[in-house]
Nanobody, 115 residues
């Protein structure tokens, strides 16, 4: 199983980034997916989640109204569109599977919001 992330980087406050997570080695459409993040010196926190069919979506309060999680089961990929970024969004972002006996994580992608 591989979860390969892309799309992080440096952005100014108020800017946007789109993270991608390409999944292989499992039946992607059977798994819910989430995005987590971990800032330096802090615990990893959940950001957003989407059900296997995309019908159910939830966000942490910090992400509501600014971030959008989506998935494309034909491409075996999950995305996180992040708008109106703040310096407090600076963190390493991870995608994660839900369902099945084993949890799989992406390798992480750094998002830095700074002027």
């Amino acid at each position: 199983v591989q979860l390969v992330q892309s799309g992080g980087g440096l952005v100014q406050p108020g800017g946007s980034l789109r993270l991608s997570c390409a999944v292989s080695g499992l039946t992607f459409r059977s798994y819910g997916m989430s995005w987590y993040r971990q800032a330096p010196g802090k615990e990893r926190e959940w950001v957003a989640g989407i059900s296997s069919d995309g019908a159910s979506i939830n966000y942490a309060d910090s992400a509501k109204g600014r971030f959008t999680i989506s998935r494309d089961n034909a491409k075996n990929a999950v995305y996180l569109q992040m708008n109106s970024l703040k310096p407090t969004d600076t963190a390493m972002y991870y995608c994660r599977t839900h369902g099945g006996a084993i949890v799989h994580w992406g390798q992480g992608t750094q998002v830095t919001v700074s002027s």
